[in-house]
């Protein structure tokens, strides 16, 4: 138990769905990530927010939509995804956005889109 | 961002100690080195980080180079439940912009 909670933890949806996925922390961290690892690959960073402030967004497609309502949740609104969008969904947090802090993950969000 | 380098894979037997090596030889001097391992399809689980000085705490230990381009992760007596990819990162530590990215990692199997 890391104090960081994704839900659902598995997801099957149709490419004209829309879902969302849910992450919340108990550790009164003020930054929350997403990450995507698709199968075999490493995690990749696709948004950061610092203090519900989005900070960073990795050139992500905008049928992933995030938001931040407040420092302990964090959402991926999801619309016509892909089959290539399945993957494994983590979202993880840290005291704040700097080198000194580490980042807890949470057990992730296993979408299929078919 | 300061890049690392990891041998794809590693074996140890169980009870011994598992060294995991990690190169980082463009560190910047505001750059933390962090370990992470992600056992299957769970989320990544932090181990330790540090700047300059050896690190220990109860999972492992950390040993960073003088020079501060490579470090070693040591598992003192690892078991089965180790077996996982274990990522050496490199972090900014000052302004906003400390970036978590990971790489490819080091596949350690321990085998009994």
């Known amino acids: 138990e890391t104090g960081v909670t994704q839900t659902p933890r598995h997801l099957v949806m149709g490419m004209t769905n829309k879902k969302s996925l849910k992450c919340e922390q108990h550790?009164?961290?003020?930054?929350m990530y997403w990450y995507k690892q698709s199968a075999k690959k490493p995690l990749e960073l696709m948004f950061v927010?610092?203090?519900?402030?989005?900070?960073e967004n990795n050139s992500v497609p905008s049928r992933f939509s995030p938001e931040c309502p407040n420092s302990s949740h964090l959402f991926l609104h999801l619309h016509t995804l892909q089959p290539e969008d399945s993957a494994l969904y983590l979202c993880?947090?840290?005291?704040?956005?700097?080198?000194?802090?580490?980042?807890?993950f949470g057990q992730g969000t296993r979408l299929t889109v078919v | 961002d300061a890049k690392t380098t990891q041998p794809p894979s590693m074996d140890c037997a169980e009870g011994r100690a598992a060294n995991l090596p990690c190169n980082h030889s463009?560190?910047?001097?505001?750059?933390?080195v962090y370990w992470y391992r992600q056992i299957h399809s769970q989320g990544p689980q932090y181990i330790i980080h540090?700047?300059?000085n050896n690190e220990t705490n109860e999972m492992a230990s950390l040993i960073i180079t003088e020079d501060r381009k490579s470090s070693t992760l040591i598992l003192p007596h690892a078991t089965l439940r180790d077996t996982a990819v274990y990522y050496c990162?490199?972090?900014?530590?000052?302004?906003?912009?400390?970036?978590?990215?990971f790489g490819q990692g080091t596949t350690l199997q321990v085998k009994p």
């Open positions: 927010y610092n203090f519900k402030e989005q900070t």
């Open positions: 993880a947090s840290s005291q704040d956005y700097t080198g000194n802090t580490e980042a807890f």
């Open positions: 540090g700047l300059k």
């Open positions: 463009t560190i910047s001097g505001n750059e933390y």
């Open positions: 550790l009164g961290h003020n930054a």
């Open positions: 990162i490199v972090r900014v530590a000052s302004g906003n912009t400390g970036k978590l990215i």
